[in-house]
């Protein structure tokens, strides 16, 4: 399901990489909404659900074949707060405190869908390379992005977070 084939560097990147960004960005005990657009092989989405239980995870993934994996690793690893959405993004109904985006094609067709599913006042977490941070500032100019931080053990992949500063509140 991956490009990596070495074990170790299985468990640092795609897992490591994946707990970074919970702990970052929820902690273990926060208790929200989480959608993994894209999902593929799982990541970031499978690790948030293991890192955090109290977390409602969705697995947003199109492609039949990886849905089927996603289903069978949640059911492997009796994740009770995980769910697989088979479908296109653009398809998921409603929003979510915090939406997830790692190592997508498309990146400028994904991000644009991703940032709408995040509520007023939600978060949103990029794992992206360096020269996607500006497509990421461009394309959400409603979100105050933070400060991008490296990830430990990447080689050049970092964390952009963003919240949604869309009120919603009627005028």
Known sequence: MTSVRDP???????FGESFFLAETLIGSRWQGTVADVG????????????????????????????????NEVIYALKLKNARVFRDRAEQFS?????VTVRAVEKFDDVLSVALDL?????????????????????????????????VPGGESRILLPGTNLVNDEPK
């Open 8 to 14: 170790r560097e299985m468990v640092s990147r795609h």
């Open 94 to 98: 409603g929003q979510v405190d915090l």
């Open 39 to 70: 999902s593929g092989a799982g990541f970031p989405g499978v690790p948030v659900a293991m890192y955090c239980p109290t977390a409602d995870v969705t697995l947003i993934e199109s492609q039949g074949k990886k849905a089927a994996f996603l």
């Open 118 to 150: 995040v509520r007023p006042g939600g978060r949103i977490g990029l794992m992206i390379g360096q020269t996607q941070l500006e497509t990421a500032r461009r394309l959400g100019l409603h979100f105050e992005w933070e400060q991008p931080l490296k």
